[in-house]
């Protein structure tokens, strides 16, 4: 059995093989194994370089040796790293595949439900009804434009004759004003009064000649 095939879980050549789903939650459980792996060598790198610096002056042979275990720790982190980096891209291309699945099942799942739909449609079923919709609608517009049209109201009158008939009317309300101002000439007035006015008397036309006579003086001194 491969490695993969024991990391899956799969079993003999007629074994059934793991779905997405299955693939990916141990690719993740993996990610999480190394991971805490990781943590682990990390705490041992840190721990071997303080032993290496504690006994770097009092015990030479202790320092090497707690630098080599550094050394031993880090290529096991290196070789996690790129164990990490081929996983999380192995689980990502799982992810996408799983995805576009799930898509493609429900295009086809809806694909199916619009043939079924559509078994009973006829297109020129479909043209026939849509026509005979269309006629029903003129049909129904011309009722409407019948009833609403005004009937028991005679025929229809002639412009020109209706603006005669205004302009005789016209011209026999003025006849009417010019005959009312005509018989106006008749009425009586007042009679003028026959007996003379009375004269000045004697002292006032006296006075007036006195006036007259004394403007005359004036006129004669001032030249």
């Known amino acids: 059995m491969s490695v993969f095939g024991k990391l899956f879980g799969g079993g ?15 690719l993740r459980e993996t990610e999480e194994m190394l991971t805490k792996k990781q943590e682990y060598l990390e705490q041992k790198i840190n721990a071997e370089l303080i032993t290496a610096k504690k006994n770097g002056t009092k015990n030479k042979r202790a320092a090497l040796q707690a630098l080599k275990r ?45 043939k079924t739909a559509h078994e009973n449609m006829d297109i020129d079923k479909v043209d026939d009804l849509m026509q005979d919709i269309t006629e029903q609608q003129e049909l129904a517009q011309e009722i409407s434009d019948a009833i609403s049209r005004p009937v028991g109201f005679g025929e229809e009158c002639d412009e020109d004759e209706l603006l005669a008939e205004l302009e005789e009317l016209e011209q026999e309300e003025l006849d009417k004003n010019l005959l009312e101002i005509g018989g106006t000439e008749d009425v009586s007035l007042p009679s003028v009064p026959s007996n003379p006015l009375p004269k000045k008397p004697a002292a006032q036309k006296k006075r007036v000649e006195e006036d007259e006579d004394d403007m005359e003086e004036l006129k004669a001194w001032a030249m």
């Open 70 to 114: 550094k050394k031993r720790y880090e290529k096991q982190l290196a070789q996690i790293d790129g164990t990490l980096s081929t996983i999380e891209f192995q689980r990502e291309a799982l992810e996408n595949a799983n995805t576009n699945t799930e898509v493609l099942k429900n295009m086809g799942f809806a694909a199916k439900a619009m």
């Open 12 to 26: 003999g050549k007629g074994g059934k093989g793991p779905s997405p789903q299955e693939a990916i939650q141990k």
